[in-house]
């Protein structure tokens, strides 16, 4: 089933009425969630990213705008007749119940028509069980857990009702970083395999890229992109979307456009067409440049860093936004460590400005 | 480990309090225990150079008073009446209290301000709620009554002698648990809601999200997660009530009961009182020593019934 945001806006007031300081947490967003998609709504903390999600899920009512699940407007429908299943940032499985009690406390709030016996709720507590392969461990607390088992035994309930839409906040931010990796399969897989509309909120950008069919680039409550994880990464429309995303992070340069030339300093680094003289933010993925001795870019050379299949360039340039510019190589390039200086050649789709006055992103053609 | 030489030190900083605690406490429990069993002992016939034959001479006797039978059965019936109302009570105005956002602070101190009251000066304003004031004139009948009469007047009823002079058992013991329960309150609505309010909201979001109805929510989710405080609010409850005296003085006075049947009220505490004022420290004590073992008893089964049920 399809979600679809239409101008969806929370505002919280401010605590004491004096004050004008009001939180604008999600402002005017607009999307509509394909039908058994996962979405990755992403951006650094405190963007709106858990408000959107609980506006879904109708724990918090939107200031304005509306929700509509398929073609019903939900926006004033209560929680628990959204068909929804939530898992919580730090899961909230009730410590004093089972895992079993935990999976079957959903299905036994059922009434009427959808009342289960309580063979059906143990079976079907079991097939949630199985699908997140917890199954053995059906008579712990949740205090005899690990972070990664609570994780599941918690998605697990979310979907024990067979919910229309999914809603996850940030699951997998207590995990360590190997159950992390392990875990985010997992989710991808159980998506994959019910076919539930799923949103899953993160600030880790390798997360969202990594398991999302579409993610939603957010900032200070306001989308920035919204797209397939590669074509924004690729193609992002901000200089903010562009240092997001992306490890290690693009390297960032103050430059100028001239006479149709994007110089960093006075070195003139690439050619280009359609973009009028003016003071620009250069963007260069580290993967877009490589060291060669005819390159047009030169930086003050630190120290090569390899790492098994790819080595890492370091250099300094003084117009380098951060301390440092990286360029990941294949470790089979040699590079002069002896040198004082490297000169890189530039890959022009690696390569993005950004106006210096509004941060958003210029296109051009190469010449 | 501290140095052995520094060990005199360690024993000069503890030895106010174990001081104390041997003058105020060790040996009291002593001398409680020697005297429960020196038959028949009493201070003054000591002083007079009597001497008294070891054995449970005391025990027998206390049992044997049906004043005895009487002040246990009183404590009992307080214990059992009080705990179980005060807590449900507690329990569900702390849950009020905790979902109501405007004015939550000043409830929370009109509720708590019966802890802060003195007990006794509690229970003459109850005694005046509940009497009757002043007589008809050329006749033994009360005139005014009460405001609960007042009340039960005004909607019809029969006024009711709750306290004075002719009332019935049944009348003073309503009196007291209404009382006791109304005394005992603020202290539990106040652990009660510092728990309801240590509980994570996610519970409860998630809860919603399942769409819990309201009930379901209190019995599955709030009340186990209440349960360390609940424990000890009833362990404590049933320790405090055995203990139950001051607050039978704050409405009948010193007699324990009503003007025509004194000590008809007394409990185990105002028994041990009794037999003080009289120079019997042995049955005294005796009497002190059945009271502790009731109320180990009573809270060795609690601890046993509550174990099965919190969770920590
Ligand atoms: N209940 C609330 N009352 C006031 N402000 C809030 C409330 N919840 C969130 N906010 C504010 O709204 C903004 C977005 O919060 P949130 O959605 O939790 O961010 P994220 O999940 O992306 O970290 C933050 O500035 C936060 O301080
Ligand atoms: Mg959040």
Redesign the interface.
Same mark, same amino acid.
């Given at each position: 089933m399809k979600v679809v945001l239409e101008n969806l806006t929370k505002i919280f007031p401010s605590r004491d009425k004096k004050s004008q300081n009001q939180v604008v947490a999600v402002s005017d967003f607009s999307f509509e969630i394909p039908d058994g998609q996962l979405v990755g709504l992403l951006g650094p903390s405190g963007c709106g990213k858990s408000t959107t999600l609980y506006m879904i899920?109708g724990?918090q009512k939107p200031t304005s705008g509306k929700i509509y699940f398929g073609d019903d407007d939900v926006t004033e429908l209560s929680?628990?007749?959204r068909g929804?299943?939530?898992v +919580?940032q730090?899961y909230?499985l009730? *410590?004093?119940m089972t895992v079993q009690q935990n999976i079957m +406390? *959903?299905l036994?709030?059922?009434t009427g028509k959808d009342k289960l016996s309580k063979q059906q709720m143990l079976d079907r507590a079991h097939e949630a069980a199985k699908l997140v392969q917890i199954d053995e461990l059906m008579d712990r607390k949740p205090s005899e857990l690990s972070g990664g088992q609570q994780q599941r035994v918690a998605i697990a309930?979310a979907l024990v009702?067979m919910p229309r839409v999914l809603l996850l906040d940030e699951p997998l931010s207590n995990l360590d970083a190997r159950l992390r990796l392990q875990t985010r399969e997992e989710i991808r897989r159980i998506q994959k395999e019910t076919g539930i509309t799923t949103v899953f909120v993160t600030h880790d950008q390798e997360e969202a890229m990594s398991i999302s069919d579409i993610i939603v680039v957010m900032k200070l409550g306001v989308v920035q992109q919204i797209g397939k994880p590669q074509s924004v990464y690729d193609d992002p429309a901000n200089l903010f979307v562009a240092k997001f995303l992306g490890t290690p992070p693009i390297n960032v340069l103050e430059g100028k456009v001239l006479d149709g030339k994007v110089y960093i300093g006075d070195q003139a680094v690439m050619s280009v067409s359609g973009v009028e003289d003016m003071d620009v933010y250069i963007g260069i993925r580290p993967e877009g440049i490589e060291p060669a001795p005819d390159g047009v870019f030169e930086c003050k050379l630190n120290n090569v860093e390899v790492m098994g299949r790819d080595a890492s360039v370091v250099s300094t340039h003084t117009a380098a936004l951060s301390p440092v510019i990286r360029a990941i190589i294949s470790s089979d390039i040699h590079v002069d460590t002896a040198s004082e200086t490297v000169k890189y050649n530039i890959k022009p789709h690696k390569f993005f400005l950004f106006s210096k006055e509004t941060e958003e992103r210029i296109y051009f053609e190469v010449k | 480990m501290v140095d052995s030489k520094k060990h005199w030190k360690a024993w000069l900083y503890l030895s106010p309090a174990i001081i104390l605690l041997l003058v105020f406490t060790v040996w009291p429990i002593f001398n409680t225990l020697r005297m429960a069993f020196l038959n028949d002992y009493g201070n003054m016939a000591a002083i007079g150079g009597q001497t008294f034959g070891f054995g449970i001479q005391n025990f027998i006797k206390v049992i044997e008073y049906k004043e005895f039978l009487q002040c246990l059965q009183n404590t009992a019936l307080l214990c059992v009446a009080t705990v179980p109302i005060s807590t449900v009570l507690a329990l569900l105005i702390a849950v009020a209290l905790n979902s109501i956002k405007p004015l939550q602070k000043t409830l929370q101190t009109i509720f708590f301000l019966p802890y802060v009251t003195n007990s006794i000066a509690i229970g003459m304003v109850f005694a005046a709620m509940f009497n009757i004031v002043g007589l008809k004139q050329g006749s033994h009948m009360a005139d005014t009554w009460g405001i609960i009469n007042n009340v039960i007047q005004f909607f019809g009823g029969e006024p009711i002698n709750w306290i004075n002079a002719g009332s019935s058992y049944v009348a003073n013991m309503a009196v007291m648990i209404i009382y006791i329960v109304w005394n005992a309150l603020p202290f539990k609505i106040l652990i009660l809601l510092g728990g309801l309010q240590s509980i994570n909201k996610q519970y409860y979001d998630a809860a919603k999200v399942d769409g819990t109805p309201k009930r379901r929510v209190l019995t599955r989710i709030t009340i186990p997660l209440l349960s360390p405080m609940l424990a000890y609010v009833i362990i404590t409850g049933f320790i405090g009530g055995f203990k139950e005296y001051s607050s039978i003085i704050g409405i009948f006075g010193e007699k324990m009961g009503p003007a025509d049947d004194a000590g008809r009220l007394n409990t185990m505490v105002g028994f041990v009182y009794d037999a003080l004022e009289r120079d019997r420290q042995g049955r005294a004590s005796a009497a002190a020593l059945i009271l502790f073992a009731i109320i180990l008893i009573v809270t060795l089964i609690n601890n046993k019934v509550i174990k099965k049920r919190v969770h920590y």
């Open positions: 899920s724990l929680t628990e007749n929804i299943g939530l +919580f730090n909230a009730y *410590p004093h +406390f *959903p036994q709030n059922l309930r009702k | -």
